[in-house]
């Protein structure tokens, strides 16, 4: 009998030690399930809400993007004049916003996702280091592109500076062998213009780089979801985010003063990255899994690497450069405006992240 009780005590300890180990696995995979399953889930139902999401998108997209570009038609949305800077500043909260209140966020969900592993996803803010090293790196592309540039456009260091370079470069090359008088303050300001060209430019690149990579993302989700629930202010929120953050980057493509050609190649990738990322998703939809480690690592990172060059690019190249420039710093009123539209449009943008 003695036996028999040491057996049964074995036993029910063996029982209980199995099921105090495997209690938490089974928990958290209930609990990474119960994250993306709920009772509002209907194929056919989000499928039509899918595709309205993918012609809107589409849409607001373009009209936010075209609206600055196309300002010659309304000469207030030109870029020397106070509504311009204003419509711009209301668009830079919006992206700061967009980096800080959803892009972070998402990243912070996926990679503190009870479906993966404890070790090391839940040991380290990847988030935020992701982010951290993306935001010194938009930094360093900043930095080294206008380097590099800045060296083109100096006559000493670019031998057919002469030739090619406009006649003001030319006149102050040849400065101790002409005998005419030269404008170094209209040379010097040509040089400056230019490199405040190269500058918008290089903004601009950069800042659609970030917002693509976000869009493929967001769009990807949407479209693997089932979820009309989710599906349906989503749609409202992205509509709202895409108009806005077009506006900013299609300011920006302005300043750059592209051709034709490249102003519509970025129109393109801006407009159709979202419904792509949608159609994406839903083409994928059978084998991708909101739920699986993989797709929660990749998307993870690629948020907060989207969300530190966001906002980087909102805090340096936009705000600052537009609130310790010239043109705000001698009218105060005009810059008080324009804090109070940065914080109408990050404000606006914070508040749809109860929705999405």
């Known amino acids: 009998m003695a036996n ?116 090391p996803w839940h040991n380290f803010p990847f988030t935020t280091f992701v982010a951290m090293l993306s935001a010194i790196f938009t930094l360093m592309v900043d930095s080294f592109s206008l380097g590099y540039f800045k060296k083109k456009l100096s006559p000493c260091n670019n031998p057919n500076f002469e030739e090619g370079g406009p006649p003001q470069a030319k006149e102050l090359h040849h400065f101790g062998h002409n005998h005419g008088p030269v404008n170094v303050n209209e040379n010097a300001k040509d040089v400056d213009d230019a490199e405040q060209l190269l500058r918008n430019r ?65 129109i393109f990738f801006f407009s159709a990255t979202t419904p792509f990322g949608i159609g994406l998703g839903i083409g994928l939809s059978n084998v991708y899994s909101d739920t699986s480690p993989t797709s929660l690592i990749v998307e993870g990172i690629l948020n907060a690497v989207s969300a530190g060059l966001l906002n980087y690019m909102a805090l340096v190249d936009l705000l600052a450069s537009d609130f310790m420039g010239p043109k705000l710093q001698s009218r105060m009123k005009l810059q008080i405006w324009s804090y109070l539209a940065v914080l109408l449009g990050a404000g606006g943008m914070s508040v749809m992240a109860i929705w999405a």
Request: hydrophobic share 50%; with cysteine.
């Open 4 to 119: 028999h009780s040491h057996l049964l005590d074995i036993t029910i300890i063996t029982f209980l030690v199995l099921g105090l180990t495997t209690l938490p696995a089974a928990s958290a995979a209930q609990e990474c399930e119960s994250k993306y399953e709920g009772g509002c889930h209907d194929k056919v139902e989000a499928l039509k809400l899918k595709i309205i999401a993918i012609f809107a998108i589409l849409v607001t997209s373009m009209v936010g993007i075209c609206l600055p570009i196309f300002s010659r038609v309304v000469p207030a949305l030109q870029p020397d004049r106070d509504l311009f800077v204003l419509v711009k500043a209301f668009a830079s909260g919006v992206i700061l916003a967009t980096g800080y209140m959803h892009v972070m966020p998402d990243s912070l969900d996926d990679l503190t996702s009870p479906c993966l592993p404890q070790r």
């Open 202 to 266: 290089v903004v601009a690149q950069v800042l659609e780089l970030g917002i693509v990579v976000h869009s493929v993302v967001i769009g990807l989700s949407m479209g693997a979801s089932e979820n009309p629930c989710t599906i349906r202010p989503l749609v409202a929120a992205l509509c709202f985010h895409q108009l806005f953050e077009g506006m900013g980057l299609g300011g920006c493509i302005l300043q750059a003063e592209y051709g034709c050609k490249m102003k519509s190649i970025m």
